[in-house]
């Protein structure tokens, strides 16, 4: 079974500071990862995904998040935050062999950032 | 597209009092998954249809609990009766086959009281 495990429940920083979000999995078979955000009263969005290839994804508003198979993390970063950043974090994974969505969830990361 | 989009937005109801909410899934989308999200739990996963077909229903909590997919633009997550541990967001999600991201609808804040 497939488990993801966010380290941190809340990460508070200050605005313009950098800023990780952990995320570790356990997979017995290959999978793929995503990051969702969910800002409050709305659904989740996806912000980026690893399925292949170049194990640094990104995303359009400047996060990143680098797969490390031997660590089994999935951590997500951004080196500047803004106030506009203050969501929820989820970290997802799913398996190679289910190509139609069906997402594990961590627990999330309430990211706030402040002035 | 308008996306996923789900109906109630928010629901309350009386403990015992049968409760149905709706989805309409990303026209084209073979996948659909219900979620319930909760502070203590989290993002469960609590069924998916592919193709119209109930796939791993091993999430719903209980026989109170039942989904259905008449068609491919259309499923229904019903509770009967209702408790008060039920109050949480549903979420409904659809996907392609062969593209991994899931969409999400806004969510059904149910509360019941």
């Known amino acids: 079974a497939q488990s993801v495990t966010q380290l941190d429940s809340q990460v508070p920083v200050f605005e313009e500071a950098p800023v990780e979000l952990r995320c570790n999995y356990s997979?017995?078979?290959?999978?793929?990862l995503f990051w969702y955000v969910q800002y409050p009263n709305q659904g989740l969005q996806l912000l980026l995904k690893?399925?292949?290839?170049?194990?640094l994804v990104e995303s359009i508003n400047g996060f990143e998040a680098e797969f490390n198979k031997s660590q089994t993390s999935f951590h997500l970063r951004k080196p500047s935050v803004h106030i506009s950043d203050t969501a929820e974090y989820f970290c997802a994974v799913s398996d190679h062999y289910n190509q139609g969505g069906k997402l594990i969830f961590g627990q999330g990361t309430e990211l706030s950032v402040k002035p | 597209d308008a996306g996923v989009i789900q109906s109630p937005r928010h629901e309350v109801t009386e403990m015992g009092q049968e409760v149905t909410l709706r989805c309409k899934p990303i026209s084209g989308h073979d996948y659909l998954f219900w979620y319930r999200q909760t502070m203590m739990r989290g993002l469960e996963l609590l069924i998916y249809?592919?193709?119209?077909?109930?796939?791993?229903d091993s999430g719903m909590p209980e026989d109170r609990f039942s989904a259905k997919m008449p068609n491919a633009s259309f499923s229904t997550l019903k509770i009967q009766p209702s408790e008060p541990r039920d109050s949480a967001v549903y979420f409904c999600?659809?996907?392609?086959?062969?593209?991994?991201?899931?969409?999400f609808g806004q969510g059904t804040r149910l509360t019941v009281v």
């Open positions: 690893y399925l292949s290839g170049s194990t």
């Open positions: 997979s017995s078979v290959s999978v793929y």
């Open positions: 249809f592919n193709n119209n077909v109930p796939i791993d």
């Open positions: 999600a659809s996907s392609l086959r062969g593209n991994t991201e899931a969409f």
